[in-house]
């Protein structure tokens, strides 16, 4: 099995399973038996590609075989980067059903992070596209491979250049080695590794296993209705938490439902596709959510089927969800959740007034919080403090980081989320803020000592903080606080430095001020709240 992955102790997994919480199915054991169950019927819709769920699963196993011949082997690390299209799928299922682990990238990302999470996890492959928004990604994948030592196979969708084509690796049912011949996947394994949006200047690894996860989905489609006729409309890029699990796109294939992938959120893009294949419930960030308010009265797309609009990543404003039901002609569903676990819905029955002003509660009877202040101390009803949280599907631990797990987990699972939140009589949380250092830029996440330690690799840097700043639109955006070392940088080049060492895009701060000196706080700590505090609502 992977090491290094903290997990639930006996006691407390046994107590999940007793209460059928586990139930002992692996996610690709779950493809399996929905393309028994459901077989025509369409699971994914991708441009002009409509798999039904009998064929999504027989290319994955057959994908499956392919690889296992290729040598990816069970417990192999795969970094998977690839776009919202159908060949996601097939590739993620063929992976679980081998029982090597998909390492979950976004889009966006660039050599910064591939390079790390390649080497971070040891991966073995790295798949692809081709190409996608303008960026060539084997050029990308060239880069890290001559990095990265364990990196042996680069798989592609599309034109794969000098490297492998994921066509090529299909093999068909006689070619499939017998059920004796393949890894024997359980339920308690690691089926994958996510990105935290942590504070700290490395993105830390989320292992889930097939039986936390599956709890997760499986309760969401509970919370949010999910059933055969939910055809939900992805997005979001599918990778991120949001979109793949609450309830997202595992929890539409668990329900029978069908799939909608949309290559970009705009309304342009997503509208058409809302109309034509009469999606009942999708996902947005806030300021997605905003934009989509103000398309609406401008375009004649039928919008009618659409029942649920689903905003999360960060906090949404309560005059803005005031005007999702008149201007989108939906109910409104605020999700507040983590990689790292623990969900929040509020429910699609609540009064207005509760789904408009909080961010949902837990949705499991067996989610615990605690709200603690600075000492640990669980603060009174109404008060804020930062959210603890443990329960069945809530991580005990990061992937190989020991020394963070110490800092970030209490002795008895608790996980210290870092994000400060008030819990009013009936249980929903309102979202305050953050008590760690990280910016989130509508919905992504952006840790403050990463763009920080970038920055201070430049020779003409001395010092530098990241801080956030209001944003009427994301939310927050990025400031970088400069003190230069000898002659003045322009603002044009410290970006340009930036964008030359990989960073993802959303990760360039938004904007650059130069100071000759950091405010500090009594202890002699930059005092980032000063820095905070500098930039007033004129200068934003």
Known sequence: MLTNCPTWPDEWAQLYREEGLWQGLTLGDMLTEQARVHSERIAVVSGEQRLSYETLNQRAQELAAGLLTLGVKQYDRVIVQ??????????????????????????????????????????AAYVIQDQDNGFDYRELANAVKDQVATLEHVLVVGDPGHFRSLDSLYQLNSEVPSSSGWPEVKASDVAFLQLSGGSTGLPKLIPRTHDDYMYSFRR??????MNEDSVYLAALPVAHNFPLSS???????????????????????????IAKERVTITALVPPLALIWMEAAASRSYDLSSLKVLQVGGAKFSEEAARRVKPELGCTLQQVFGMAEGLVNYT???????????TQGRPMSA??????VDEDGLVVKAGEVGELWTRGPYTIRGYYKAEAHNAKSFTEDG???????????????????GRAKDQINRGGDKIAAEEVENHLLSHPGVYDAALVSMPDPFLGERSCAFVIPRGDALSVAELKNYLRSRGLAPFKIPDRVLFLTAFPQTTVGKVSKKALRESLLPTTV
């Open 414 to 432: 608790f996980y210290k989320t870092g994000d400060l939140v008030m819990v009013n009589e009936a249980g929903y949380l309102v979202v305050e």
């Open 347 to 357: 429910r699609l029955d609540d009064s207005d007034d509760v789904i408009v002003s």
């Open 220 to 225: 969401s489609n509970e919370v949010c209705g």
């Open 366 to 371: 067996w989610d615990e919080v605690r709200v």
């Open 247 to 273: 309830p997202g796109v595992l929890g539409t294939l668990l329900a029978g439902g069908r799939i909608v992938m949309a290559s970009r959120p705009s309304p342009d893009d997503a509208f058409p596709l």
């Open 82 to 123: 690839l776009p919202n299209i159908g060949e996601f799928f097939i590739v993620v299922f063929a992976l679980f059903k081998i029982g090597a682990i998909p390492v979950f990238a976004l889009p966006a990302h660039r050599h910064s992070e591939i390079s790390y999470l390649s080497e971070f996890s040891e991966a």
